[in-house]
């Protein structure tokens, strides 16, 4: 039987997504190291996803949080990979890598893949990676500063989503990230993201 990891799993959802979600669950109930907690929430009012993340990190009990999106996928190892990372480090986040099931590349974000995190190069990173709750908290969650109808570009083209909003707070006051270069979930974009965005569903 596997062994259960402090750390909560949260996942927000939209109703269209049930069949996605329910991909979701199961990959989390195939881990070889259980998160204590997984706390699911549906976006029924239309809040968007940075809004329904903060409602459930309020719940959240343990040392630790990871973020699950509904659209995505664990590979079985991830929490305990992930988990042995942060707890031996001390880190106050710990984010790993992923493929993409359908395109087999990962886009604007490839080039970051097995960099070393450095908070004088801050750059978007994935947001399924587990954190210290408490650090998140402290850092105003996921909605502060953030409008979740923006479309903010970086110098990129690609918008700044609450997830780099909050990755921005994070280094701003010198907390201790680290990308562990392991491939550890699936980035499902076989169907179009919303983008957390309320209004693109």
């Given at each position: 039987m ?7 799993i ?5 109703p ?6 329910a991909r979701a669950?199961?990959?989390v ?11 699911i929430?549906?976006?029924?009012n ?12 309020k ?6 949080v990871?973020?699950?999106?509904d659209d ?13 990372c ?5 880190a ?6 992923f ?10 974000l ?12 801050v ?13 998140i908290?402290?850092?105003g969650?996921f ?10 570009l970086?110098?990129g083209?690609n ?16 907390r201790?990230i ?7 979930w ?8 919303t983008?957390g965005m309320?209004?693109?569903?």
């Amino acid at each position: 039987m596997p062994g259960t990891a402090d750390v909560t799993i949260i996942t927000a959802t939209i109703p269209p997504r049930a069949d996605l979600l329910a991909r979701a669950v199961k990959s989390v109930e195939a881990q070889t190291l259980q998160p204590a907690a997984h706390l699911i929430m549906e976006d029924s009012n239309k809040l968007g996803g940075a809004a329904i993340k903060d409602k459930l990190l309020k719940k959240v009990k343990t040392k630790y949080v990871a973020v699950l999106d509904d659209d995505d996928e664990l590979l079985p190892q991830h929490i305990e990979v992930i988990y042995k990372c942060i707890t031996e480090s001390d880190a106050d986040l710990v984010y790993p890598w992923f493929r993409y099931q359908s395109s087999g590349n990962a886009g604007h974000l490839e080039r970051y893949f097995g960099v070393a995190w450095s908070n004088d190069d801050v750059h978007q990173v994935p947001i399924t990676w587990i954190a210290k709750t408490l650090t998140i908290k402290r850092a105003g969650g996921f909605s502060e500063g953030y409008d979740p109808d923006s479309m903010i570009l970086d110098s990129g083209g690609n918008r700044i989503g609450y997830d780099f909003l909050l990755i921005q707070r994070l280094a701003a006051h010198n907390r201790l990230i680290k990308h562990h270069p392991e491939i550890t979930w699936i980035y499902h974009d076989d169907r179009q993201s919303t983008l957390g965005m309320p209004s693109r569903w």
